[in-house]
């Protein structure tokens, strides 16, 4: 609940990383300011994206911050791409997770659903 009321505060979950990428070479605690242009995959889906984006921006699945130059940019811009078998669009997080404490977890088996539910119970799916 104090997630959906005051955010994620995804610093508690960095870890130091020693290593490279893309070539380039870090030594950090936590990830430093960077900018990653998207994917060639993203050129032939310009109106894909658009229309992906305004329909993210509508269900406040992502927020806009505003104009390129008249707002603060944001301290990590991760790179899109297009997955053209589909299409759907996707970012590219390998960056940022360089830093990202890894939390394995398993989903739970259809075996397992009764014991997680009450006699009675309507599931959907």
Excluded at 25 to 52: G, H, L, Q, W
Excluded at 79 to 94: A, I
């Amino acid at each position: 609940m104090n997630w959906l009321c005051n955010g994620v505060d995804i610093s508690e979950y960095f870890v130091h990383f020693k290593g490279s990428f893309k070539g380039e070479a870090y030594d950090s605690d936590t990830p430093p300011r960077n900018f990653f242009r998207n994917a060639e995959s993203c050129i032939p889906f310009v109106d894909f994206i658009a229309k992906t984006l305004e329909d993210k921006i509508k269900t406040g699945a992502i927020k806009l911050l505003g104009r390129l130059g008249e707002c603060q940019m944001p301290h990590v811009v991760m790179p899109l791409l297009v997955e053209p078998s589909k299409p759907r669009l996707c970012h590219d997080d390998r960056y940022i997770n360089l830093w990202m404490r890894d939390m394995p977890f398993t989903l739970e088996r259809l075996r397992e659903v009764p014991r997680m539910i009450e006699r009675g119970a309507v599931l959907f799916s």
